[in-house]
C-alpha cells in the first residue's frame, strides 16, 4: 500500500487530478481498468494490480500526478511500482515478504477498516451520501459515533455538532444525505457492503438476478454460479460473508434503519430488448456532459453492455476528451467511436422506439 500523507499539490484548491486524467496516467503505463470496478486496473505485461485508483487517491504536483493512497497487490519489486510512486513511497503496513501474496489486514476492528469500510458505504460509487468523505469519517470513528455503516443510521445532530468544523448547516445537509441513502437501489448496497469480488459491475449482474437482499443472502451456491457474469470464486466470497454473523448482524441493523433491500434491475426471466441489446460499449475520455456512472447507466438500460478493454469484439466506443490508448487500439481495429452528441441521439432515438 502506497501512503504518502504530505505532498505539495501544485493548485490546493484543486489538490486532485480529474478521473480522465487517472486513466491517461495509467493507460500511458501500460494498466487497463478491471471489468466490473469503476477504480481497478491490472498491468498488460507485469502482474500489478491497483485496487483503488480513485481522483481522491492521487494529488497533482508540479512534478506530475502522484498517488497518496493507493492499494496495489504486486508479484514482486518492480520498476514499475518505483516509477508510479516516484520513489517516495513507504509501507503503510508491510510489504509482501514472498511473491504472489496481497496482504489484506484481517481484524475487523482495526481502526483503518472500520474507516474504510464507512467510507466505502459513503462512496457515491456506493451509496452516494455526500460529505461523508474520509475527514467526518475519521472524526465519527475517533469519537466512537460510529464503526459501521448501520451507525450512521443512528447518528443525531446533536452528536455531529460536537465534531471539528461542523455547523448546524452542514449536520443537517449530512443527516439528510444519510436519510436519502435509505433508499438507495440494491446494487449500491452489496457494492457498499465492501463485499470482496464485488465490484460495481458483479453487484448489477446480482440485482438483475435476485429481487431482493433476502433472496440473494439465501440463494445456495450452485444458484450463485449460474448467475450471469458470477463465477465460482465470486460465489464463494458472497456465500462466505454472508454466513458471517457479525454481517448477518449488520444487514438486520440496515433493515431495522429503513435501509431498502429492493432491486429495480431485477430482471426474471430476463429478455433484453433495447437497442442496444447486444452491443459492447467502451468508455474513454472525459464526456462533456456525462459522468462514466450515468453514461453506463443508459447503456444498460437499453440492454448495452459496458466493458474495460477494447477488442474485436466491441461495437462502439464512447469517446470523451482526453481519450487515452483506448481510442488509439479502436481506430486500429476499426471498432467505430462515437462522441456524446451522437451517442445521446442513439439513446433518445431508443427510447422513443421503445415506447411505441
Known sequence: MISQRWVDASDPEKPHPTEAQVASLLEDLGFDSMPGSFFGWRHRGERIVILD????????????????????????????????????????????????????????????????????????????????????????????????????????????????????????????????????????????????????????????????????????????????????????????????????????RLRKAGVSFQSSLYQPARRATGAFTGKIFVLTGTLPTLTREEATAKIESLGGKVSSSVSKKTDYVLAGDDAGSKLEKAQKLGVPTIDEKEFLRRCEEGTRNGEH
Open 53 to 252: 485508483a480513485k481522483p481522491d487517491n492521487f494529488i497533482e504536483t508540479d512534478e506530475g500526478i502522484v498517488p497518496i493512497d493507493l492499494q496495489m497487490a504486486c508479484e514482486e519489486k518492480s520498476p514499475l511500482f518505483t516509477k508510479l510512486t516516484g520513489g517516495a513511497s513507504r509501507p503503510a503496513v508491510s510489504e509482501p515478504a514472498a511473491p504472489n501474496v496481497v496482504w489484506r489486514c484481517t481484524n475487523p476492528d482495526c481502526p483503518a477498516q472500520v474507516r474504510g469500510r464507512i467510507e466505502h458505504w459513503c462512496w457515491r460509487g456506493a451509496m452516494d451520501i455526500e460529505g461523508g468523505g474520509e475527514a467526518l469519517v475519521a472524526q465519527l470513528v475517533q469519537h466512537g459515533l460510529a464503526r459501521d455503516p448501520a451507525d450512521l443510521y443512528k447518528l443525531t445532530q446533536d452528536e455531529l455538532l460536537q465534531l471539528e468544523r461542523m455547523g448546524e448547516k452542514s449536520a443537517q445537509n449530512f443527516l439528510a444525505a444519510v436519510e436519502a441513502s435509505k433508499s438507495r437501489d440494491l446494487w449500491r448496497l452489496l457494492h457498499g457492503l465492501g463485499i470482496l469480488h464485488v465490484g460495481v459491475g458483479v453487484a448489477k449482474a446480482l440485482a438483475r438476478s435476485f429481487r431482493d437482499l433476502d433472496q440473494l443472502m439465501h440463494a445456495p451456491l450452485d444458484e450463485l454460479n449460474a448467475v450471469e457474469d458470477i463465477g465460482e470464486v465470486i460465489a464463494q466470497s458472497l456465500v462466505q460473508w454472508f454466513g458471517d454473523s457479525r454481517n448477518r448482524d449488520l444487514i438486520e
